[in-house]
């Protein structure tokens, strides 16, 4: 009981705009994919895998957040311990449990986060160039983990047999970097793509979305929830797209 207080007022502070509805809709969520869960409760070594392959991917996207930051004038996050590989620096609780709901229940699209990295954006100097590069600064992270993951697909495909654990991993850490990568562009905040757009625009744009943030997080998941097939479709027609221009059977992964 103390631990759920303790996440409670912990969730309070990081979301001070309706903390109640907010934590509600997460759990209703997590509720969902616990019942459906039931119904297939069957661990693989991929999940496994893609499970691991996605904390990690999401440590090195705050870390690259946090150290950025640093670079631009804000040591908040070194001064929290924040900037460190240690993945359970960066563990959100909820965060880690519904995508382990949503692979227990057989869904395809991965959603989940870390804690994010704090950051005092008026410390940033210069200020705009500042919020651009550590708004960024995961997502290029996740693209290039991609991209070197892709490559050594292709040249170990030559070597390896498909099975191969090095070519199942590589390929999770392929496609999870990028989809984690092209997710967080979508243009809300607290989303990445949000505070790249909110970095350049003028003061008309801030306004309105200093306004939605508080509702950021609800229209995430409701995007998702209304949306994943679409955005699954898009997404991992993308993943194909560069598997293929980088010569790779893709029908061999299927």
């Not at 590069?133 to 995961?138: F, L, Q, T």
């Amino acid at each position: 009981m103390k631990i759920v207080k303790e996440y409670y007022n912990r969730f309070k502070i990081l979301n001070p705009q309706y903390p109640e509805l907010k934590l509600g809709v997460i759990a209703s969520i997590i509720i969902y994919f616990i019942a459906k869960s039931f119904f297939v409760m069957e661990i693989s070594r991929d999940m496994i895998i893609s499970l691991v392959v996605f904390v990690i991917s999401m440590t090195l996207h705050e870390v690259a957040h946090g150290y950025v930051a640093y670079k631009f004038g804000d040591d908040t996050a070194k001064r929290e311990g924040r900037i460190t590989l240690n993945p359970l620096k960066h563990i959100d609780l909820t965060g880690i449990i519904l995508p382990i709901l949503i692979l227990l229940s057989g869904f395809k699209f991965l959603v989940g986060w870390a804690k994010p990295v704090p950051v005092n954006f008026y410390n940033l100097r210069p200020h705009r160039l500042g919020l651009f590069c550590v708004a960024i600064a995961g997502i290029v992270v996740n693209f290039i983990l991609s991209a070197i993951s892709l490559v050594l697909l292709k040249f170990l495909g030559k070597h390896l047999e498909i099975e191969n654990i090095f070519m199942t991993i590589l390929l999770y850490i392929y496609s999870i970097n990028l989809l984690l990568g092209l997710f967080n562009l979508i243009p809300i905040t607290p989303l990445d793509g949000g505070r790249i757009v909110y970095s350049f625009s003028g003061e008309k744009i801030r306004a309105f979305y200093n306004k939605i943030e508080r509702y950021g997080i609800l229209i995430i998941f409701v995007i998702v929830y209304l949306g994943s097939s679409h955005l699954t479709n898009v997404f991992f027609a993308i993943v194909e797209f560069f598997l293929r221009l980088a010569g790779i059977n893709i029908s061999l992964f299927l």
